[in-house]
């Protein structure tokens, strides 16, 4: 996540002025227009991925070992994620 | 077969024959059914209460309305109060004013979360001499001007009560309602701190890309 939302940052930045620029031809506006749409919709991505990662930093803050095993970029998948939660408490 | 609470015989104040009198009479007006009830009966200690209630406990109708028919007038239309020294020296007197009244400068939470003051203001709706804002709106106009329109005052860092004017800045009603977490989209009031500026880049940018569209069919 660190420095990857800053960067994100910096690239809607441009492009919100990008389309604030008058001189653009129809075409070119056009292109920036889809630009701009698919950004939004991968930014909303990226931006639920950060949060997610956030919240496995909190849950192992919070609860440090018990919850390693589930959290798979910390605890080198153990268990094999979260999925696998339901067979670990079935055994 | 007697039920529960029925009175003996000693305590009943209307024997058999009483009552079937009040109820072949009942259709008389109140006034009208005591007075000849007294004439009938010697019974002055009955009152028109106790007819009455009799009539209303045993179930006969007497055939009026029991309630005001349209175009009732009341019985004191026109008469005016009558007040007595006592009542005259218990009256608020002009210019009173109330024990919870608080003045300029007095600070309270509104019920959806806004601090609010009471500033030294004329009251452009009621004409009086103060007046309720909320004080991060207060604040901001002061420092910045009116808000633009078509704009919005928007939390930065998700604490309403924070009034200072640089944590609140003035958005489109647009990119505001992009980021307001509805549809299960981004929510930019309950994102981390470290999120909150890319959702509201996002936003701003999902909203130019309206604007054009909205620009071009038009």
């Known amino acids: ?91 | 077969m007697a039920t529960q609470g029925v009175r003996a015989m000693s305590q009943r104040k209307f024997s058999d024959k009483e009552k079937q009198w009040v109820k072949r009479n009942v259709k008389l007006e109140n006034a009208e059914l005591h007075r000849r009830w007294v004439k009938w009966s010697g019974r002055d200690e009955i009152s028109v209460a106790q007819l009455v209630s009799l009539r209303h406990r045993n179930g006969w109708k007497c055939g009026r309305p029991q309630r005001y028919v349209k175009g009732h007038v009341p019985a004191n239309k026109g008469k005016k109060a009558k007040h007595t020294e006592k009542s005259i020296a218990a009256f608020f007197k002009p210019g009173h004013v109330p024990a919870n009244r608080k003045g300029p400068g007095y600070e309270s939470i509104s019920s959806d979360g806004y601090r609010q003051m009471i500033v030294d203001e004329p009251n452009p709706h009621t004409g009086a001499n103060c007046r309720t804002v909320q004080k991060h709106r207060w604040l901001w106009i002061k420092k910045n001007g009116p808000v633009p329109e078509g704009h919005k005052l928007k939390c930065v860092d998700g604490d309403k009560l924070n009034c200072d004017p640089s944590n609140w800045i003035a958005l489109p009603t647009g990119v505001i309602a992009r980021m307001n977490g509805s549809y299960g989209r981004r929510n930019y009031n309950s994102a981390p701190a470290e999120l909150k500026p890319t959702i509201l880049l996002v936003s701003k940018l999902e909203q130019a890309v309206f604007d054009h569209n909205k620009g071009k069919s038009e």
Request: no cysteine; proline share 1%.
């Open chain 1, 1 to 91: 996540m660190s420095n990857g939302m800053a960067d994100l940052n910096d690239l809607l930045f441009d492009q919100l002025n990008k389309l604030a620029d008058k001189g653009l031809s129809e075409k070119s506006l056009g292109q920036e227009i889809n630009r701009a749409t698919a950004m939004v919709a991968i930014a909303d991505r990226l931006t639920d991925n950060a949060e997610l990662q956030l919240k496995a930093a909190h849950l192992f803050a919070a609860h440090g070992e018990r919850v390693v095993d589930y959290l798979p970029k910390i605890g080198h998948g153990n268990a094999g994620g979260a999925g696998n939660v339901t067979k670990k408490i079935q055994r």
